[in-house]
């Protein structure tokens, strides 16, 4: 179920920001009371326009997914927005006039489309993301390396320590980065410091 709300009110507090919303002319009592609903997703739209530059991260994502399966761009074009549409359960929408934070969200759709496939990218992925986190967060997830696209493996920025099983710990507070075999050696070469510096990578927490 897909809904448009409006937010008329928020109050911070120690365990996150409480939310008033109104669906209007929507009565959702029925579904939210018979499937017994108690969590829904919350996307935020500053209401602005989708950009130039989003616009052709988004088409060369296209071209690039395009040469790997096969299809026309036009024909991925319209299977990678109905594949979106299935995934969020959202309305049609049109790339000429949706706003940034939709374009936004479908490109980080289409990365993680491309990084569970193990796709070739034209362009690096972390050159082609607007959410740097979303896409370092699908990179771990696929165990592809952010950096290069290659497949990858799990670093842990945060150390683990001398002595401590890898299998047994709990690292899920763990600061993390997917990164293949020659990336994962430079990082241990370098310092982890001077590698996000030269790459604008990190890690992030991620609980497999």
């Known amino acids: 179920m897909y809904e448009v709300a409006r937010l008329l009110d928020f109050v911070p507090g120690p365990e996150g920001t409480e939310l008033k919303l109104l669906v209007p002319r929507v009565n959702l009592m029925e579904p939210i009371i018979t499937k017994e609903i108690t969590e829904c997703g919350i996307w935020l739209d500053d209401g602005r326009q989708i950009s130039a530059a989003q616009r052709k991260k988004i088409f060369a994502m296209f071209n690039d997914i395009s040469e790997w399966t096969g299809y026309s761009p036009k024909e991925t074009h319209e299977v990678m927005k109905y594949e979106y549409i299935r995934y ?29 496939y193990g796709m070739w990218l034209s362009d690096l992925g972390i050159n082609r993301t607007d959410d740097i986190n979303r896409y370092l967060y699908s990179c771990l997830k696929h165990k592809r390396c952010c950096v290069c696209g290659k497949a990858g493996e799990t670093h842990h920025e945060d150390s683990i320590g001398m002595g401590n099983n890898r299998k047994k710990l709990d690292d899920s507070k763990h600061r993390k980065i997917c990164l293949c075999r020659t990336e994962h050696t430079e990082a241990h070469t370098i310092g982890m410091t001077a590698f996000s510096e030269k790459y604008k990578v990190y890690g992030i927490i991620f609980n497999d």
């Open 88 to 116: 969020t359960g959202g309305p049609e929408f049109s790339l000429s006039d949706c706003s940034m934070d939709f374009a936004r969200d479908f490109i980080s759709f289409l990365l993680d489309h491309a990084l569970a």
